[in-house]
């Protein structure tokens, strides 16, 4: 019982985390959006960069959930919500506000 209930907290983890990545993948490939040759191409991108993103309904989704949660991202008028960013740009724009906020002394 012990185990169970530490199993959360440990590496041993891994073996219920790796086949839910799995789902999540598919979840991503089965919500692209189809073009008009049938051809599957996502059709969200980033606003920042202009890298793809996984899907407009992926992002939909994910804006979704996140208001159910009480959490709202929203950035500044020319850059929209934290969402509509690839991973990178994500951490981009958090390194620039970070630097904003301390100036010289964030380095």
């Known amino acids: 019982m012990a185990w169970l209930l530490s199993l959360p907290f440990g590496k041993f983890f891994h073996i219920i985390e790796q086949p839910a990545s ?3 993948t598919l979840y991503q490939t089965i919500n692209q959006d189809v073009g ?3 051809a599957q191409t996502p059709s ?3 606003r920042r960069c202009g ?3 996984p899907s407009r309904q992926f992002v939909a989704d994910l ?3 996140l208001a159910d949660l009480g ?3 929203a950035l500044h008028d020319e850059y929209g ?3 509509d960013h690839c991973p990178t740009c994500k951490r981009v724009l958090r390194g ?3 630097y904003q906020l301390l100036g010289r002394r964030f380095l």
């Open 22 to 24: 799995i789902g999540v």
């Open 36 to 38: 008009p040759s049938q």
């Open 44 to 46: 969200a991108h980033c």
């Open 63 to 65: 804006t979704a959930t």
């Open 96 to 98: 620039q506000a970070y």
């Open 51 to 53: 890298a793809s993103l």
């Open 81 to 83: 919500r934290l969402e």
């Open 71 to 73: 959490q709202h991202y």
